[in-house]
């Protein structure tokens, strides 16, 4: 079966618009863990716009399932993620001004391989998030990544017109299997497109986030009004 990363970010993006202590993406975590999520993913981003230090800090201790540590290839990260040691780290790119991580790793990026082999060294699994093409996944290879994550945002944005991006995908996937890469993905997946990237052979881990919060907010909402109804009373 498909493993599950639930990645909490935007847990934490509620929190920091009041900038406040609730809700805590740990305890978010808890219930993950809870209801079989297979790892949790948090994107600790430069600008510390939803995950902050103290969150990886605490997970790293208190998880019970793989962290899965995303952060753009800085000096910055590489130190914070040899300290807190995650199970996997998946670089990503990262600009200031994106709402979210738009495209994937450019892999010909020469402080790529020396990060990695730091990260691989102190016992992490490094994963390239990067695009279904062939070059990339070469690439990855070729770095030594022994994980990747093929950027699902263009099959996202697509699948209901056409399914040139879901071939793409299942292309990339069989290369990646063929050069003995651990074949993840993720990005833009819903409850309505997840089906056919979850049925590509030998995928091992989705990692999913924005659906899943979002969900999360709506199917909790009755309860939350009910409780708060309760209280004042
Ligand atoms: N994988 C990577 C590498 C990401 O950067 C993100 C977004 O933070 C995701 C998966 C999850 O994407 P979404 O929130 O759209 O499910």
Redesign the pocket.
Same mark, same amino acid.
């Given at each position: 079966m498909v493993k599950l990363g639930v990645?909490i970010?935007?847990v934490a993006t509620i929190r920091q618009a009041r900038r406040t202590i609730e809700p805590d993406p740990v305890a978010a975590a808890v219930f993950c863990e809870l209801a079989g999520a297979d790892s949790i993913?948090v /994107?600790l981003r430069e600008d510390r716009r939803h995950i902050q230090d103290r969150d990886v800090e605490v997970l790293a201790r208190t998880l019970q399932v793989p962290m899965n540590l995303?952060m753009g290839c800085t000096d910055e990260m590489v130190g914070i993620a040899l300290a807190i040691k995650p199970a996997y780290v998946?670089l990503?790119p990262e600009k200031r001004q994106e709402v979210?991580?738009e495209g994937g790793l450019d892999t010909t990026g020469a402080h790529l391989g020396p990060a990695i082999k730091k990260l691989a060294a102190a016992g992490i699994a490094v994963s390239l998030?990067i695009d279904p093409d062939e070059a990339s996944i070469r690439a990855a290879k070729a770095l030594g990544a022994p994980v990747i994550?093929l /950027?699902t945002?263009q099959y996202?944005e697509t699948w209901e017109q056409s399914d040139r991006e879901l071939e793409r995908l299942r292309q990339g996937s069989a290369l990646a299997l063929a050069l003995g890469l651990v074949l993840n993905a993720?990005?833009?997946?819903t409850y309505r497109n997840v089906g056919p990237v979850a049925r590509i052979p030998g995928m091992n881990e989705l990692?999913?986030?924005?659906?899943?919060v979002s969900r999360a907010v709506l199917v909790g909402m009755e309860r939350a009004v009910r409780e708060m109804k309760e209280a004042m009373r």
């Open positions: 990645n970010d935007h993913t /994107h995303e998946c990503v979210t991580t998030f994550e /950027h945002g996202a993720g990005h833009g997946l990692n999913i986030g924005h659906s899943i």
